[in-house]
């Protein structure tokens, strides 16, 4: 069944707590957790000190999306804070291997992204050896964007490819994910729903969920 990951860019930061107490209750499968650095994307976000309050808060697994240059740097950092998964982007940084390597080596479950520019074929020599791959659906750096359609074409892509060569990674999907966009996404190969702005907007995070499950029959 596919796995819900709410992006905790769009959670309320005042009640962050009891946030993350009605995201345990609403059974979601993880916190998504973006890092922005002003530099990979136009925008800056949350960092080290919240995630470390976030790991003390909860038991939900992390995953930390690292949009931020050079992502080597603090990859250490974050695993040591509290990450249990970590992607990078492919964009981000000219040694990805490398990247992933050091995630694994950090203990962390290890992702590659890709932007909606990039096509899959840059990824396929790491296909191997990571744990998922994150295929955004908008342009990384905010919450509440419109999804960006053509990037379909690529989890089915990808999804083919890791049927044939018998992988087992998930593929996960970042921005613009509602209910109808994440139905199209599950139907193509998705295994990861990663919801901000729609999530977090409804009143009972239990009924999204349950409805976000329900497009993987
Ligand atoms: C965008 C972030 C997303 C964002 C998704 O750069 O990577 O995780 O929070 O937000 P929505 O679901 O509102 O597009
Ligand atoms: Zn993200």
Known sequence: MVKIYPSLLSADFLNLKAELEALEQAGVDGVHFDVMDGQFVPN??????IL???????????????????PENFIPEFAAKGADMISVHAEATPH?????????????????VIN???????????????????IMTVNPGFGGQAFISQNIDKVSALHAYKEKHDL????????????VTAEQCVNAGATMLVTGSYFFKQTDYGKVVSALKAQDN
């Open 116 to 134: 909606p520019g990039t096509p899959v074929a840059m990824i396929e020599p790491i296909l191997h050896d990571v744990d998922y791959v994150l």
């Open 52 to 70: 470390e309050a976030v790991n003390a808060g909860t038991d939900l697994t992390i995953d930390v999306h690292l949009m931020i240059e050079d």
């Open 44 to 49: 800056i976000s949350i960092g080290l000190p």
């Open 168 to 179: 087992d990674f998930d593929i996960e999907v970042d921005g613009g994910i509602n209910e």
């Open 96 to 112: 990805i291997h490398r990247a992933i390597q050091l995630i694994h080596a950090h203990g962390a479950k290890a992702g590659v």
